[in-house]
């Protein structure tokens, strides 16, 4: 027998290291998506961010001038106070050595030493240094009593030192960073020549600028804090001033959305006798005007649907009746003379034409008048689309036109109302044919996903620019002269673009003088759905390429 141990398996769960970037970074974006909508939304945010960056940028420039006017201010009264003193250091130094003629003197060093520590306590400046200097007996004294040597010989202090000892006698002034024993600080250094009967020696003023700092540094941070104040001060007056006439023009707003989603009641309130009270009552002059208007167009759309109503169903009856008489007589036109039957056959004519014309007047009215109704359910419309062929194909023939029907081999299921899209499609191709000029007309049906379509494709006159939105109106015509084979009523295309919406869908039309046309119905393939996009173009193929042809592009 043998035995198998058990294998422990230990799985060490990883740390989403990156988690925490990723949502600060998602975070930034949102808070960042959400200033900029408010920017673009809001006209007071603008106003409130434009004064606060435009008086940001004065205040800034206002603070920078001022304290570099008082830094610099401070700075030369300092130098020109410190000039005097070391001009006046450097006669009584020359008076105290005139006597000391040999660098090796033995009392030089010590008369040094008491020449320094004069001058410095002549000096009302608190931590100021002063040191005498020969550089050739490399001899130095400071006061306090410090390596002076050392202090001079560094590398900040060279170019002042090459001044001073240079051709041209003079003053000058340094400003360095310096140890001399109390830490680096910020000095302002004078050096001049102290003329002697031996070797000239180099007088040096070393003036602490930590007082001068602190009175720049008070009045930059007294300038920050004031800018700081003024610009949030600016900005609540900009709020306020911004919200004074910004609130009128939101109300304005909000009451014209009202308006336009048919309370007309709605008007603004005029306060006071400014130009935003003119506007208010100019706004509500305009707004009651416009109710007036709409009211008025509203009776009369009324009445004028109400007429067509009752007379398309008045003329119902005594339509039945000549219905009946025209029927006889047509029956009976074989034993009529010639003329006799002729007329015959022209009143059945008319009358099918006339019952169309009612048909179609009382569609339109129960579209305008709102009690259209949808039954809609899964149909396959590849039948429907060749049954539409099938019966104008006795119309194509008349005409001279080869009509094609080109469906997939395979079902296409949607949700519609099979008798009203068979309405659209039925004429969509009768139109095709009559203005197909003898041309084939081409019929495809094509499905994706969420959508089927259906274009009409005839060679005809075309359609010029504009008329693509035309064709819809009621009783329009491209061309009223012309002679057509069926005598249509003009509410065709009216009535199938009525069924298209209802369906939630798109009917529109594309076309171009000599070119023909195409009409484009989308259908979505679930009832409800909202249409993104077409299985079919609008434009054809063919247009398309003769486009880029055109411009010299490839299709």
Not at 299 to 306: I, Y
Not at 316 to 339: I, Q
Not at 419 to 437: D, K, Q, Y
């Amino acid at each position: 027998m043998v035995r198998i141990d058990p294998i422990i398996v230990r799985v060490r769960r990883l740390r989403p290291r990156r988690l925490v970037p990723v949502a600060v970074a998602r975070r930034t974006r949102r808070y960042w998506a959400a200033a900029r909508r408010q920017w673009r939304r809001s006209l007071q945010v603008r106003v409130v961010g434009i004064t606060l960056l435009l008086s940001a940028t004065l205040v800034l420039a206002f603070g920078y001038t001022v304290a570099s006017l008082i830094s610099q201010g401070v700075l030369q009264s300092k130098i020109n106070t410190s000039k005097e003193q070391i001009a006046n250091g450097a006669d009584y130094a020359t008076h105290e050595l005139e006597g000391f003629t040999q660098a090796d003197d033995p009392g030089l060093p010590t008369k040094l030493r008491t020449v320094a520590g004069s001058l410095a306590s002549s000096m009302d400046v608190a931590g100021a240094e002063v040191i005498l200097l020969r550089r050739s007996s490399d001899l130095a004294a400071s006061w306090p009593e410090r390596d002076a040597h050392a202090v001079m010989t560094t590398r900040a202090m060279e170019p002042m030192r090459s001044q001073v000892v240079g051709s041209r006698p003079g003053t000058y002034q340094q400003i360095a960073t310096l140890d001399v024993g109390m830490g680096q600080q910020k000095y302002l250094v004078l050096g001049t020549r102290v003329a002697t009967a031996g070797d000239p020696v180099e007088l040096y003023y070393l003036l602490p600028l930590k007082a001068e700092d602190d009175l720049v540094r008070f009045v930059a941070l007294v300038v920050n804090v004031t800018g700081v104040a003024l610009v949030a001060l600016l900005a609540l007056i900009a709020a306020m001033m911004t919200r004074l006439v910004v609130k009128p023009v939101r109300v304005a707003a909000r009451t014209a959305q009202r308006l336009s989603a048919g309370l007309l009641d709605q008007r603004m309130q005029v306060r006071g006798e400014d130009d935003l009270a003119r506007l208010a009552a100019a706004f509500n002059q305009m707004a009651a005007n416009l109710q007036r208007q709409i009211v008025r167009l509203e009776e009369m759309s009324r009445l004028q649907r109400r007429f067509t109503s009752d007379v398309s169903h008045e003329l119902r009856t005594p339509l039945t009746t000549v219905r009946m008489a025209a029927d006889l007589l047509f029956a009976s036109r074989e034993d009529f003379d010639p003329a006799a039957a002729r007329s015959a056959e022209l009143l059945q004519a008319e009358l099918d034409r006339f019952e169309g014309l009612l048909a179609d007047l009382l569609e339109i009215s129960r579209f305008d008048a709102g009690f259209a109704a949808l039954d809609a359910e899964p149909t396959d419309l590849v039948p429907v689309v060749r049954r539409v062929g099938d019966r104008l194909e006795s119309l194509a023939e008349r005409c001279g036109v080869e009509l094609k029907i080109e469906t997939p081999d395979t079902e296409v299921i949607a949700e519609v109302d099979p008798r009203r899209v068979e309405r659209i499609l039925r004429n969509l191709v009768g139109n095709a044919v009559e203005h197909g000029e003898g041309k084939p007309v081409i019929v495809r049906l094509a499905a994706d996903g969420s959508a089927v379509a259906v274009t009409v494709r005839d060679h005809g006159v075309g359609l010029k620019t504009g008329e693509e939105k035309l064709v819809f109106n009621r009783f329009w015509r491209a061309d009223p002269s012309r002679a057509r084979q069926t005598g249509g009523t003009g509410l065709g295309l009216s009535i199938s673009l009525e069924d298209a919406r209802l369906h939630g869908g798109w009917l529109e039309a594309w076309g171009a003088p000599g070119k023909g046309a195409q009409f484009r119905l989308t259908l979505p393939a679930r009832n409800g759905d909202r249409l993104v996009s077409s299985p079919l173009r609008l434009v054809p193929d063919d247009a398309r390429a003769d486009e880029a042809a055109l411009i010299g592009e490839t299709p």
